[in-house]
């Protein structure tokens, strides 16, 4: 059954400390990665995409990072600010003419002063 | 304004009633599809749309109805709403095949009393 778990669920962290969001996937055949960010009340936003030949990718202060092999991605938020708070959603694409998406269920960042 | 639109924001209706939920987008984009998201899941697929006039089921299809009679309209309608469809819709639109480009719309918030 294609997958994609997140974790953790949520997470609370200071303003301009860094921190990393963890996606593992079961998903085939695999087409490509990508991080949205959701703040409230709004539709997701795509940070990154990566396809299966890409280690790694950057959108600012937010680095993603894709291990196909094991079929786990990361992403990483350095120096975060207030603005980061929002939903992280890791979604993979599987390989077909609609580009079916799979979301996981997405990891609550808090950034407090 | 170019993009993808939806319409209302919010909506509050009755249980048993009909409701159109409606997405626009301006770039001639010939995928469209509709997403609901609740707490607890992740964006699950409802109806997705490969060009005018042709549509096809996602993973939770029950109880909605879809239309195409135009490229840049994709109306989601709830022809009996039921408390289980309170949720937040939204509508994402990406140009070809393969999984690259998606773009979303902010979502409509609809509570079912």
């Known amino acids: 059954k294609n997958q994609v778990e997140q974790s953790p669920q949520s997470l609370i962290i200071l303003e301009g400390k860094n921190c990393t969001l963890q996606?593992?996937?079961?998903?085939?055949?695999?087409?490509?990665l990508r991080w949205y960010k959701q703040d409230t009340g709004r539709g997701p936003v795509s940070l990154t995409i990566m396809t299966f030949s890409e280690n790694t990718k950057s959108n600012g202060r937010y680095t993603a990072t894709l291990d196909a092999d094991t079929k786990q991605s990361s992403l990483h938020i350095t120096a975060s600010q207030l603005s980061d708070s929002a939903s992280y959603i890791c979604v993979v694409s599987a390989a077909s003419n609609t580009g079916k998406l799979i979301f996981g269920q997405g990891t609550t960042l808090q950034v407090k002063p | 304004d170019a993009g993808i639109t939806q319409s209302p924001r919010y909506k509050i209706t009755e249980t048993g009633r009909q409701v159109t939920l409606m997405c626009h987008q301006t770039?001639?984009?010939?995928?469209m599809f509709w997403y609901r998201q609740d707490l607890g899941h992740g964006l699950r697929l409802i109806y997705y749309?490969?060009?005018?006039?042709?549509?096809d089921k996602g993973e939770v299809p029950d109880g909605y109805v879809v239309s195409r009679s135009k490229t840049e309209n994709f109306p989601l309608t709830l022809e009996s709403a039921t408390r289980s469809q309170t949720s937040v819709y939204f509508c994402?639109?990406?140009?070809?095949?393969?999984?690259?480009?998606?773009?979303f719309g902010s979502g409509t918030r609809l509570t079912v009393v």
């Open positions: 749309s490969a060009a005018a006039d042709i549509t």
């Open positions: 994402a639109s990406k140009a070809g095949t393969g999984g690259a480009g998606y773009t």
């Open positions: 770039w001639s984009h010939s995928y």
């Open positions: 996606c593992n996937y079961t998903v085939s055949p695999f087409s490509n």
